[in-house]
């Protein structure tokens, strides 16, 4: 179980495990506050670097809160969606045929039968997602698995609500976002990079950084901007 800090109106999740450096987050949705410390860490120290930290984490609940009140997306006709940082307008028709997707010019077509409801349309465009990431992820594996001279055993594409994309380099898998289809196809290819590079460098440390730098010289840019979207904001200054 999590200990809990209240620094001003501030709650905060305090997570210790076995790592070496402290990290901070605000998760997604509204904005909650996790810091995953060192277990050698007091809680004392712990409470100084929140209070540190209180202005990066109310700018980014704030920014949190405001997307959180917007209206979600019901998945009805002209709504707004983005494919490879790309923004279509849904077209939703109905139809006595079995359900599809297609992209068009400007356009993001979404057939269902009539009386279709939301959860299911949902369940629909999440697999498109799906099958969009991989057919583009599939060749940059080929890619930077071949350049950096890594094998991934298995690669999967799910939804996950606080990171976009991870590695157990013991079993030698990687996770990524299927969120990463709607972004522009760099932070794909810089997320794929990082978590290939953990087979090589399993912790966050000079090595696993020098690797990503040697072939992604803008790679921290990229990161900033990436983690500007509505997932986890992590605190750019922790390693």
């Known amino acids: 179980m999590p200990e ?17 450096n402290i990290h901070l987050a605000v998760l997604a949705p509204q904005g909650k506050v996790r810091i995953t410390a060192p277990l050698r860490m007091s809680l004392d120290a712990i409470r100084r670097y929140a209070i540190s930290k209180l202005p990066w984490i109310r700018r980014h609940q704030k920014a949190m809160q405001s997307r959180a009140r917007e209206t979600p997306c019901e998945h009805h006709d002209r709504e707004g969606y983005y494919v490879w940082g790309k923004r279509y307008s849904l077209a939703l028709v109905e139809q006595e045929a079995p359900a599809s997707i297609e992209l068009g010019h400007s356009e993001l077509l979404l057939r269902v039968r009539p009386g279709t409801d939301v959860p299911y349309r949902q369940a629909l465009l999440a697999s498109w997602y799906r099958q969009q990431l991989r057919l583009v992820v599939e060749p940059l594996l080929i890619k930077w698995s071949a350049i ?17 994309g991870s590695c157990n380099p013991r079993a030698a898998t990687i ?22 590079a953990h087979l090589l460098e399993p912790r966050h440390n000079k090595r696993f950084y020098s690797i990503i730098e040697q072939h992604l010289p803008e790679w921290s840019h990229v990161r900033d901007q990436l983690n500007k979207s509505h997932l986890a904001e992590v605190d750019p200054d922790v390693p």
């Open 175 to 196: 996770r990524l976002n299927t969120e990463l289809a709607k972004k522009s196809p760099e932070y794909l290819e810089y997320v794929l990079l990082h978590e290939l």
């Open 4 to 20: 809990i800090l209240h620094i001003s109106e501030i709650t905060i999740d305090v997570i210790k495990k076995n790592i070496k």
């Open 148 to 164: 950096l001279g890594v094998r991934v055993k298995r690669l999967f594409v799910q939804q996950m609500k606080t990171k976009w």
